[in-house]
């Protein structure tokens, strides 16, 4: 196993120095997904909510959100992003909304935490909208799927190994 990144040898807690890496394309792809009741996600893809468009919103705020994760997370780099996607599909027979994120740069370090915050954040933010009507919201299974570029390469959630 490696051993954590963000403790020195004394074990105290350091941002990584990233300076004498290679600048390459990074990707990072996550998803997660919000559970609600029917009535609710009906609403939502009806367009009647009074709050407004409620998926709309919410792509904005995971966008924002991406490019404020260095605000957020102490140790991580602040980067410039070259894209941010958010797709978001409801799933009515299972009464949830899935948001996949894709986050993009050229760097030195790589975009997973940044994709991550902007999945959080994004369905954070339907929560936040529709909580009035519906506070048993359940947001869940957030992770990455794949994250390509740097020294490691590749990597997708499949290749993950459990312990056990």
């Known amino acids: 196993m490696t051993a954590l990144t963000h403790f020195n040898q ?18 990072a792809v996550t998803e997660g997904y919000i559970e609600m009741q029917p009535e609710t996600l009906k609403l939502i893809m009806d367009g009647d909510y009074k709050k407004g468009d409620v998926l709309a919103i919410a792509r904005i705020a995971g966008i924002m959100a991406s490019k404020k994760t260095a605000d957020l997370i102490p140790l991580c ?16 027979d299972r009464s949830r909304i899935r948001c996949q994120t894709t986050v993009k740069t050229n760097g030195q370090t790589g975009v997973e935490i940044e994709a991550l915050n902007a999945t959080q ?39 993950q190994k459990t312990a056990g």
């Open 10 to 27: 004394s074990g105290e807690a350091h941002m990584v120095d990233v300076g004498d890496k290679a600048i390459t394309q990074r990707t």
């Open 77 to 92: 780099h602040p980067l410039p992003l070259t894209h941010v996607e958010i797709k978001l599909d409801t799933e009515v």
């Open 121 to 159: 954040i994004t369905l954070l933010t339907i929560y936040d909208m529709c909580k009035a009507v519906d506070r048993g919201m359940i947001i869940q299974s957030v992770r990455l799927l794949d994250k390509d570029g740097g020294k490691s390469g590749h990597w997708h959630h499949d290749q």
